[in-house]
């Protein structure tokens, strides 16, 4: 088992990998039906059960940085690969706790508009969309990086083709379906990829001889430091700030705030939490069993592979093993359905990204800001599908020139470092302080999103990840703007308040809403 030629799959496996696409298409032509309005396109229509949001948030999450990610970390760093799994559960507490209810009850397609709703100001709806913007960008080319690397793995095209294909997909996935096409595949594939997951960590599990002997033999591969701190992060801060990412980052991406508006009320928003939570935890649990039995199975002979990779490879790596190795007609269709499901879960999830960021640049800085809300619902649509495009095509171009070899969950790790840095603190202090000011929610995102970026670039005493001075830096520029800018009145302070207690589990269908809360 050496080089590329390891993962080129034979004709068997692309007609699988062929098969798991087609369906995905076929989801997203059915979706395309159900997209009749602006609310169908951009939030589902609101009509989403807590069950199903929950299965759509966890395969919104259930990403390549932790279905391929995290394994190829866990395989090269053991224990700190494990450990920052954890503090990412935390994000949907918070997100269950903090943002459920009032997100829900606002009733909005963007966090810009959420912000109007309390400010109404254009420069901080602006300050918000620029943010999204920015974030979702910047995870999508993680999603890119892992769909090209899988593609190019599994057929031998180049890297830079293989990119290319994804982003056509995902363009088809959001020109026909928006929102609904996103939520479909995205339920389906949380269900196929944990079913794929467990079938693989049962076959680990037999191959070595239960869980006892996978953590003997792994650590007996990995070495004596294998199962201790260190491997990754070696100054015990760094490890504590990329927590802190994923802890905080988690509840500020945009794409898993939006969810919070595609659920029929308050109360289906947070059952979707609890159904998320639940999910990717035991996920998580999976992929900590795949990481240590890579470990504990793959031969040397690929280590050159895995870290040309970034640990991308290691997950088609073992599936192959498990199957007999290369040529083998199991590991064929194995590798096929372990590619073809991540590959699924890449297209969907940069899908959500994609409309998330496209409805940003039409909802808040479109319609919003340079219509000044008087575009019709059709203009809408037109220019959501056109700012789709453009934002797949930039994030398609900034991927070509990052290339492959980059761990998925790293740069995972600093995208959430932005969003803890410059989202959550914004959002959560609009919520829930009343002296908090418009001017320091502009602040607080843009100084927070310069901040992160340059401290991500230019990282000070030597932390990979910058969340442990970013996101205490964002909050106290927030703080300090509050304090030295002009507050709300009273009565405006209570007129959100009063917004925030309503429960809209009596909203109207997208059929039946009334225009300009469509569309504002």
């Known amino acids: 088992m050496t080089g590329a030629d390891t993962l080129r799959a034979g004709p068997t496996a692309l007609i699988v990998f062929a098969a798991f696409i087609a369906a995905g298409l076929a989801l997203t032509v059915l979706a395309a039906r159900r997209t009749r309005g602006s609310a169908d396109y951009w939030t589902a229509g609101g009509s989403l059960s807590g069950r199903q949001n929950g299965f759509a948030i966890a395969g919104d999450y259930v990403s390549s940085a932790t279905f391929i990610g995290n394994t190829g970390l866990i395989f090269l760093v053991g224990f700190d690969g494990t450990f920052i799994a954890i503090p990412a559960l935390s994000a949907f507490v918070l997100l269950l706790l903090l943002f459920a209810e009032p997100l829900r009850n606002l009733g909005k397609f963007t966090i810009g508009a959420v912000l109007e709703v309390r400010y109404k100001l254009k420069s901080v709806r602006t300050a918000a969309a620029v943010g ?33 294909l994804t982003i056509v997909l995902v363009l088809v996935y959001v020109v026909l379906g928006g929102m609904y096409a996103a939520t479909f595949v995205q339920i389906a594939k949380a269900v196929i990829v944990t079913l794929i997951a467990l079938v693989i960590a049962v076959w680990v599990l037999v191959r070595v001889g239960g869980p006892t002997q996978l953590f003997a033999q792994a650590g007996a591969e990995g070495g004596p430091a294998f199962y201790l701190p260190g491997n990754l992060y070696s100054n015990p801060w760094a490890l ?64 050159t592979l895995i870290t040309e990779t970034g640990g991308n490879a290691v997950l088609p790596l073992l599936t192959i093993f498990l199957g007999g190795g290369p040529g083998a007609l199991a590991a064929d269709i194995a590798l096929a359905v372990v590619a073809a499901a991540t590959f699924a879960t890449i297209v969907a999830v940069v899908a959500g990204l ?82 908090f000011t418009a001017a320091a929610a502009v602040y607080g995102t843009v100084i927070g999103l310069v901040l992160t970026i340059a401290l991500i670039l230019f990282p000070p005493f030597g932390l990979a990840n910058p969340a442990i001075i970013s996101v205490p830096a964002g909050f106290l520029v927030c703080i300090v703007a509050s304090l030295i800018t002009p507050r709300q009145t009273d009565t405006e302070a209570a007129k959100f308040d009063a917004a925030l207690s309503v429960d809209h589990t009596a909203r109207p269908t997208a059929a039946h809403t009334p225009r300009d809360e469509v569309i504002h």
């Open 132 to 164: 999204s913007l920015s974030i979702s960008v910047c995870y999508m080319i993680i999603q890119l990086v892992a769909g090209g690397v899988i593609l190019q793995l599994l057929t031998g095209i180049r890297f830079e083709l293989s990119v290319l």
């Open 240 to 303: 504590a700030s990329v927590s802190l990412a994923f802890a905080l980052g988690g509840a500020g991406l945009p794409h898993l705030l939006v969810r919070l508006f595609t659920v029929k009320d308050a109360a289906a928003g947070r059952r979707s939490l609890v159904w998320a939570t639940s999910l990717i935890g035991f996920f998580f649990i999976l992929v900590t069993i795949l990481g240590l039995g890579a470990r504990a199975l793959l031969p040397e002979s690929t280590d």
């Open 354 to 435: 994609t409309v998330t960021a496209a409805g940003a640049m039409t909802h808040d800085l479109w319609a919003g800001v340079l219509r000044k809300g008087q575009a019709s619902e059709r203009e809408e649509l037109i220019v959501g599908r056109v700012s789709g495009v453009v934002v797949a095509l930039a994030a398609m171009a900034i991927t070509l020139m990052a290339g492959p070899g980059i761990n998925v969950t790293v740069l995972a790790s600093q995208v959430l470092a932005v969003a803890a840095s410059a989202s959550f603190p914004v959002l959560l202090l609009t919520l829930y302080w009343r002296r």
